[in-house]
Structures are given as structure tokens and as C-alpha cells.
């Protein structure tokens, strides 16, 4: 059993930075569902992208735990919530609970963004377009070699905007049966087991394990790597990792995990809005 939630209040100096809040009957409610909530960066990006913009919203974490998703999705038809992000661990349960799901969305057999459309509760993913946005702030994808590490959810979106840039992906996981049948269902080029690395020259690398969250290790043997190429690491804490350290140091140009955090909810607040994000503001937030 899980402790009860806290009803206790927080004061008003601990929610960071003291900015005045401006909040009226036309406010739009917006927010992120996931369980535990204690870290997640997204209210910090979102409300700076809607000051920067003038957007009169406010966007909030709740805390949903696995058994309350459907009560949670109620409470967004109920209560108008306009624009609904959806984190760990929800993104695939919650398709069950949505009027609509997207094309790309059912592809990737995730849902991280829920707007409402007519009424009706439809569900997308940007999660792709965090690892595309990431990766195109150093190089274009197009016609590119691209070796994809793991093959778990996260792996399952990287892998689908790379096919989608026109990239030609290999999918390398400690487990080489799990990397070919997700090379298999998505389309990807090939597959096998991580130490496969070593004979496969790559343009773009891209880490989707959690090997590196938290600790100093890296998935790869630094001798193993290629030279040079971009290299994306999902984990972002720390923004250093060890593979990111160990690509610069044989001459690749290295893009931290924060940056596909912060390109997803980029365009989660455009498919949103309308309006293009004020990419710079947001990842000064996430920060
Ligand atoms: P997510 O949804 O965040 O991608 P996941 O579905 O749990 O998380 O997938 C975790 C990935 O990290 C898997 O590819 C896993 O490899 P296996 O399929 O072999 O389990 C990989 N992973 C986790 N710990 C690892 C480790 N110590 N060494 C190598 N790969 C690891």
C-alpha cells in the first residue's frame, strides 16, 4: 500500500523563483501526469514558454499513480485541462483511456502529449521529436548511419525519427533478440548485441539505456567507439555522462539528454499553441 497523498501545503517561497503568478477565470490549466513527480523539469519549461509568450496559462505536475490514470483522464474531460503531458510511467496505459490516438503515436506504442480536439481526448507522441530536434542541432539526418543503443520504450522513439529523417539505423542492445525484433517492427536496417559497436562505423550514436543514470559508467568500452560523428546520450543527469565524455575525447561533437527533454516539450507546446516555442527560454528553465 502507498502512503496517502499529503494534503499538507507547501509556502509560497519554495516554488522557486517568486514569480508573480497571474491567474484569472480564463486561465487554460495545463499539466503533466506521471508518477513519482518530485523531478520532473516540464512545469519549469512550459510556464517560462507561456511568460515568454504572453500565453495566460499554467501548467502543473500531478502526481498519478498507475491505478489513477483513468480518474486522471476524467478529471482532464471534467475539468477542461487543455493540454495534458504524459511521463513515466503512463506512456503506454494511457492509450487505452484516449478517444483518438495519432498515427505516429500508435507506431511508437506511446502516448506523451493528450490535447483536446472537438471534445475528444486525442493522443500523440513528441517524444521522436525530442531525439530529432537534439541531434539536428548538430548534424542533418538524412541518408546518415545511425547506431541506436537499447531497445526499450525510449529506443522505440529514437528509432522511429530516425527513420523518419531518412537516417539508416542499427539497433545494438545488451539483449540482441529485444534489438531485432524492434529493428524488425520499425523498420530499422539491422541489429545485434552492444559489442557489436566495434565493427560498425556510425555518423550519429545515439545511448537510449539507462547505463549512466546517476553513475560514472558508460554502455560502450571507450575504446569501442568510433571516431568523431554526433553523439546523443537520453540520460540527462548527468549532463555529462561518461559516453559523452568519452566520444569528445575521440573527436565527436556530443549532445546532452536535456536537449531531448526540452525538444519534445518544444513540440508539445507548438502542437499546442500554434505558436513557435522560445526554444533558448526553455531550456534555461529545464536548467
Ligand atoms: P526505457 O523505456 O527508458 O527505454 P526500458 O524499456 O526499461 O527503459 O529499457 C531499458 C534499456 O536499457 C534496455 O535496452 C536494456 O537492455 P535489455 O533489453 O538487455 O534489458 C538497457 N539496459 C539496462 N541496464 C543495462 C545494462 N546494465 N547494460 C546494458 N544495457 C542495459
Known sequence: MERPRSDSLRPIW?????????????TALCGIALHPAGHTRSPAMHNAAYAALSIDAIYLAFDVRPAELGDAVAGMRGLGIRQLSVSLPHKEAILGHLDEVD????????????????????????????????????????????????????????????????????????????????????????????????????????NTTSVGLGEDVSPIDAEHLGEGGVVLDAVYEPERTRLLRDAEARGARVVSGKWMLVYQAVAQLEAWTGQTAPVEVMAKAFA
Open 14 to 26: 519554495r516554488r522557486g523563483r517568486g514569480e508573480d503568478l497571474h491567474i484569472s477565470a480564463e
Open 103 to 206: 498515427a505516429t503515436a500508435r507506431r511508437i506504442g506511446a502516448v506523451n502529449t493528450v490535447l483536446r480536439r472537438d471534445g475528444a481526448l486525442v493522443g500523440s507522441n513528441t517524444d521522436w521529436l525530442g531525439a530529432v530536434g537534439a541531434l539536428e542541432r548538430e548534424t542533418r539526418l538524412e541518408g546518415k548511419q545511425a547506431v541506436v543503443l537499447g531497445a526499450g520504450g525510449t529506443a522505440r522513439a529514437v528509432i522511429y525519427g530516425l527513420c523518419a529523417r531518412g537516417a539508416r539505423v542499427q539497433v545494438l542492445n545488451r539483449t540482441a533478440e529485444k534489438a531485432r525484433a524492434l529493428a524488425n517492427d520499425l523498420g530499422a536496417d539491422g541489429a545485434g548485441g552492444l559489442e557489436e559497436l566495434r565493427d560498425l562505423p556510425y555518423d550519429v550514436l545515439v
